[in-house]
């Protein structure tokens, strides 16, 4: 039978930091902030978190994620408030590329159908 256990604390990762995201954390450089997905470590030690963010610029992309390295404490301590788990993982943020891949791609399928007409 299948350990599943990962997944199940992933969603309740992903649940709890967008909310105190929103509710708890008030650094203005992670308004816009979305959590995607969350991925824990098989012995729930480490959970890296993706996030995807309005802002394209190189140095809006660097503000967000110091935002999140500085916030990662009180994510963490929420956390293990929240959730009924022996040791809360230690956290880690990047950044989500598949949106801005996902726009690359529906840029080149826009300018294909432009060339063929």
Same mark, same amino acid.
């Given at each position: 039978?299948? =350990?599943?256990? $990962?997944?199940?604390?992933?969603? *309740?990762?992903?649940?709890?930091? =967008? ?7 008030? $650094?203005?450089?992670?308004? +816009?902030? #979305?959590? #995607? ?10 959970? #890296?978190?993706?996030?995807?963010? &309005?802002?394209? %610029?190189?140095? *809006?992309?660097? %503000? ?5 390295? +500085? ?6 301590? *929420? ?8 040791? #809360?993982?230690? &956290?880690?943020?990047?950044? $989500? ?5 996902? =726009?690359?791609?529906? $840029? !080149?399928?826009? +300018? !294909?159908?432009?060339? *063929?007409?």
């Amino acid at each position: 039978m299948a =350990n599943y256990r $990962d997944r199940r604390v992933a969603q *309740e990762i992903l649940r709890e930091v =967008n909310d105190i995201l929103q509710k708890k954390v008030r $650094d203005p450089r992670i308004e +816009n902030v #979305t959590i #995607t997905e969350v991925r824990v470590t098989g012995d729930l030690q480490q959970a #890296t978190i993706y996030y995807s963010s &309005l802002g394209d %610029k190189a140095s *809006e992309m660097q %503000k967000v994620q110091q935002g999140l390295e +500085n916030a990662s404490g009180l994510v963490r301590r *929420e956390i293990g408030h929240r959730l009924q788990i022996y040791k #809360t993982p230690e &956290l880690i943020f990047e950044r $989500d590329s598949s949106v801005a891949y996902g =726009n690359h791609i529906d $840029d !080149l399928l826009r +300018n !294909l159908n432009k060339k *063929e007409y």
